[in-house]
Structures are given as structure tokens and as C-alpha cells.
């Protein structure tokens, strides 16, 4: 079955360096996001990503946030300059037809600032 | 704006007991109403999802009802097993985007 895959599964950085998360969404489908998890808090989301352009966006992805689909196949989340509240699980997703359809996450990737 | 809760936030119940988990939203202009599942630091699993014209829909042990009108949603488990024991979000679309509940924990107790 095909899935949502991304990498790493848990990357730990230094405050202040750039992290890149990569996801490889589901072959067929054409909808990308993001959204993240602080331990113990709601799923929340960052973006989303169409047409290879950000379609909507929260205010919690703000300039230091940004997103590429350098191919065809790879999708990714890029942090320029860690701060320790950005520690949290952050998923990739992607849907066929946007979000009257069902949406296929991955499995996450944990990111520790320290 | 949309807004998702759900209740309890924890439940605890005997093994082999039907559960039902309870999931409320604002605006019930919806297109569908997703429930997943999330072990503890693992990514969410799909459930089951019901279109906006459904009432009900099953997988297994599963099901899930959706009432658009009085915006509400449940989630059936019927013979609990500890295999079960998972958080449970509900997720409604808004946009492009989803808005997830903060989720049930559920602990099936052996």
C-alpha cells in the first residue's frame, strides 16, 4: 500500500542551525503539507503546498519556515535558524484532491533543539 | 472559525467493554470528518473517514457516526482489546487545511 515516508525519523540540532525535513508524499497525489506536534499538544497546522506553491499558510510559518518540491518525487520543510520551541514531531501529509478528500500522513520526524 | 474538541481527554475501561469516544466541531459546513489513530511518539494512522453525506461508516470494530447538523461525531470500539490503546484525533478540513482535535487517550486495561 503506498504510503508517506520521511526522513530522518528524529534529527537533533543546535539552536540556531538550519534543519531540513524531507518527505516523499504518495506518487499520485498533488496536495502537500506540514504540520507539527508539540509533545502533549494538538496537531497544528504549517502549510500547504499545490501547484508548486504554498496555497495556505498559519501563523506559526512564519519567514524562518519555508517549502520546496526540488523534484518530482520529494517534499521538504525547511527551518533556517532553530529556536528551542521549534522541538516538536512534524508530519508530512498528502492527499489526491486537497481536503475533501482523506488525507495519508507519515510517520513523523522528531526534532530536539538543544 | 473551526474549532474541534473531543471527550473525555482520557478514559481508562476493562478489556472486552464497547467504548464510545465523542468528537465536536463548530462549523458544520464540512466535507468529511477523519478519525486517527496515534500510538505515543509514532505518526497517525487513518481510521475511517465519512463524507459530509454519510451518516455512518465501518471498518472492523470500528464505527464512526457523524451528525453535520448538531456538529458531532462519535467513534464506536466495540470489544475493547488492549491492542487499542492509542490516542484517537478526530480532523475536520477547513480550506487546505485540517484542524485536528487534541484527541482521546485511551488505555485498555488487561
Known amino acids: 500500500e503506498p504510503e508517506v515516508t520521511q526522513t530522518p525519523s528524529h534529527q537533533v540540532t543546535q539552536m540556531g542551525q538550519e534543519v531540513i525535513l524531507r518527505c516523499v508524499p504518495i506518487s499520485n497525489h498533488l496536495y502537500f503539507y506540514w504540520y507539527r506536534q508539540i509533545l502533549g499538544q494538538k496537531v497544528e497546522f504549517l502549510v500547504s503546498f499545490y501547484n508548486n506553491e504554498i496555497s495556505e499558510k498559519s501563523e506559526i510559518f512564519d519567514d524562518q519556515f519555508s517549502v520546496e518540491r526540488p523534484d518530482g518525487s520529494n517534499f521538504t520543510l525547511k527551518i533556517r535558524s532553530t529556536k528551542l520551541e521549534d522541538s516538536a514531531m512534524y508530519f508530512c501529509?498528502?492527499?489526491?484532491?486537497?481536503?475533501?478528500?482523506?488525507?495519508?500522513f507519515g510517520q513523523g520526524t522528531r526534532l530536539t533543539v538543544v | 472559525k473551526q474549532e474541534v474538541t473531543q471527550i473525555p481527554a482520557a478514559l481508562s475501561v476493562p478489556e472486552g467493554e464497547n467504548l464510545v469516544l465523542n468528537c465536536s466541531f463548530t462549523?458544520?459546513?464540512?466535507?468529511?470528518l477523519q478519525w486517527f489513530r496515534q500510538d505515543p511518539g509514532k505518526g497517525l494512522t487513518s481510521l475511517l473517514l465519512i463524507q459530509s453525506s454519510q451518516r455512518e461508516q465501518t471498518s472492523g470494530r470500528l464505527n464512526a457516526s457523524l451528525d453535520k447538523s448538531s456538529g458531532r461525531s462519535t467513534l464506536y470500539i466495540a470489544a475493547s482489546q488492549p491492542g487499542d490503546s492509542a490516542t484517537y484525533l478526530c480532523?475536520?478540513?477547513?480550506?487546505?487545511?485540517?484542524?485536528f482535535g487534541k484527541g482521546t487517550r485511551l488505555h485498555i486495561l488487561p
Open positions: 501529509a498528502s492527499s489526491p484532491t486537497g481536503a475533501t478528500y482523506e488525507a495519508f
Open positions: 462549523d458544520s459546513a464540512i466535507y468529511n
Open positions: 480532523a475536520v478540513p477547513r480550506d487546505d487545511k485540517i484542524i
